[in-house]
């Protein structure tokens, strides 16, 4: 009898001190931990949302309500909520703004899943309702919502760089940042073929502290946080023709290790004479090519500095290679990698270069490039964290504005695209039928948390707002635009204020809100080894196998 003799004998398969947690305990516990990650950006977003001050282990302080930069700054430690930290690190690469509502509706649909799992409704079929109104609501944004705008209408683009920014703390020059926002993008938009791409990170974003928001400036061309290599090189070069350079201007150290014998002083003084000559030579090369500014990625000797001070050349040495490639595309300089390549034909140029000192720091600018492919954006503000908050809105304005050019579609902002949403899915979902008609109206309800919200965090009676706004989406085209109005908390037409959002965010935030929530949902058993303090596992303090 094996089933006697074995009985009431334990087998592990597991190391001792492993937690493991199955069925819907697991799947609960799972939504609390996405649930609070929700709720803990819930209340930036919007116009009117709050701030956070986030203090890390070093003591450096960072306050902000962008989304994702929250996520990012809290050390977040259980599994399921580092998944909603994956969503909104998505959302930012993808579209640059919509990280707080891809989180808060990942959190709501998370929320509602946990109702129908109660009523012992099987998570598969919960997911597989949320993937059915999900493909709906896309074809609807498409179809019904989306409104297709020309790549170049200024206003719209405006519009879109002034609502992505209405959420952060810029507002009060938020109609200056716009500005500089379109007129930065436009300038490095290209047409390849039938399609229009902007790569924003062709643009370059240097900040300073001092002087107000107001002194941020748009720069045709390319600042170098960097000063000339020699006191006694020109300050300002005008019509200057660019070198750029990712070799180093030096004595090469040879690969092999080698001695050199030297058997009276004569030799010496020919060894420094021969190095000194080489100087020269790279010198000569410089000037032959009729560049007057050299920049260089790697290192310039302190001797081949003073022969270009000499020659009246201005050089700049280990600059970036982003920034290289910034001042190639910006200039129409090639990048060479040796002095023999360097030839007249290898210069770019630019009306002037010139060193100005801003704030404690001097900085090289590259200006008056013809037809720039890349440009810079000088950020300034009171304090550092006013500076920092602005590039991370210039950020999400800069993204915003190039997937407009790009897609050329955008729809309401204000709450009103997800309300609109809510009530066509709400009379989608009886003819889905079945359990998964619950989930579809589960997946409509969520998407009210967006103005539920917006209302919320700007004091109003949310409760109030969200019976108007469905009273005021009838269904018609007209209705469609209707959203929160966050000046009273009543509603209004979100085109006539001009709260206008791209296309592509909306598709990003609920594509993602919806696969992140499916996967926590098919999550049954959770398997946590134990943490080892020192040593392997299964070394010291890893367990005992059995």
């Known amino acids: 009898m094996v089933n006697s003799m074995m009985q009431g004998t334990p087998i592990f398969i597991l190391k001792e001190g492993t ?8 799947v609960y516990n799972n939504i609390a931990a996405a649930r609070a990650v929700a709720d803990a950006v819930r209340s930036t977003l919007g116009p009117r949302g709050m701030d956070k001050m986030l203090v890390d282990s070093m003591g450096d302080i960072t306050i902000t309500n962008d989304g994702v930069t929250i996520l990012k700054e ?7 909520a580092k998944m909603l930290v994956e969503v ?9 703004d919509g990280t707080t509502t891809a989180v808060v509706l990942a959190g709501e649909l998370l929320k509602r899943s946990e109702a129908l799992l109660e009523q012992n409704i099987h998570p ?3 997911t597989r309702g949320f993937q ?10 498409e179809k019904e919502i989306g409104t297709t705008v020309k790549p170049d209408d200024d206003a719209i683009l405006i519009d879109c760089a002034r609502t992505a920014m209405g959420s952060k703390g810029v507002v009060g020059s938020r109609d200056m940042l716009a500005q500089i926002v379109v007129s930065a993008v436009r300038k490095i938009s290209e047409k ?7 790569d924003v990170d062709q643009i370059k974003l240097e900040k300073r502290h001092g002087g107000t928001i107001g002194d941020t400036e748009l720069i045709d061309g390319i600042i170098l946080d960097k000063e000339r290599g020699h006191p006694r090189m020109p300050r300002e070069v005008r019509g200057a023709k660019i070198a750029l350079m990712n070799s180093a201007l030096e004595v090469k150290k040879t690969e092999i290790e080698s001695k050199i014998n030297i058997t009276n002083p004569t030799q010496i003084q020919g060894f420094l004479d021969e190095e000194d000559r080489n100087f020269r030579r790279m010198v000569e090369a410089v000037k032959a090519s009729g560049a007057d500014v050299l920049i260089c990625q790697k290192g310039i000797d302190d001797v081949v500095l003073h022969y270009l001070a000499k020659e009246g050349i201005l050089a700049i040495k280990q600059v970036k290679e982003s920034d290289l490639q910034k001042l190639a ?5 090639k990048i060479v990698t040796g002095l023999k390549e360097l030839s007249a034909n290898d210069l770019g140029k630019a009306e002037r270069v010139e060193e100005k000192k801003v704030g404690d720091d001097h900085m090289t600018y590259v200006t008056g490039c013809s037809n720039p492919r890349s440009v810079s954006i000088l950020i300034r503000g009171g304090t550092e964290h006013v500076t920092q908050e602005v590039e991370r809105s210039l950020q999400d304005a800069l993204k915003v504005v190039s997937s407009v050019i790009e897609d050329g579609v955008v729809c309401p902002g204000g709450g009103a695209t997800e309300i609109d949403l809510a009530v066509k899915l709400r009379r989608y979902a009886p003819t889905v039928g079945g359990r998964e008609q619950l989930a579809v109206e589960a997946f409509a309800q969520s998407l009210e948390a967006v103005p539920w919200a917006l209302a919320e965090n700007g004091g109003f009676d949310f409760i109030n707002t969200l019976i108007e706004l469905r009273g005021a989406h009838t269904g018609d085209a007209a209705s469609r635009n209707i959203g929160v109005d966050m000046a009273n908390g009543k509603t209004a037409d979100m085109w006539k204020m001009k709260v206008v959002e791209p296309l ?3 598709h990003q935030a609920l594509s993602s809100a919806v696969e992140v929530a499916s996967m926590v949902l098919r999550i049954d058993d959770v398997i946590a080894s134990k943490k080892t303090s020192g040593g392997a596992p299964g070394g010291p303090g890893g367990g005992h196998d059995h």
Not at 19 to 26: I, L, P, Q, V
Not at 192 to 198: F, V
């Open 192 to 198: 390849r073929g039938d399609k229009q791409l902007a």
């Open 19 to 26: 937690e493991r947690e199955r069925g819907k305990g697991a």
């Open 74 to 80: 809290m050390d977040i430690e259980h599994p399921a």
């Open 329 to 333: 595309r910006a200039t129409g300089a």
């Open 132 to 141: 059915r109104a999900l493909v709906e609501a896309l074809r609807l944004l």
């Open 88 to 96: 909104a690190k998505t959302q930012d690469q993808q579209c640059g």
């Open 124 to 126: 598969t079929v919960v």
């Open 504 to 506: 592509r965010v909306k």
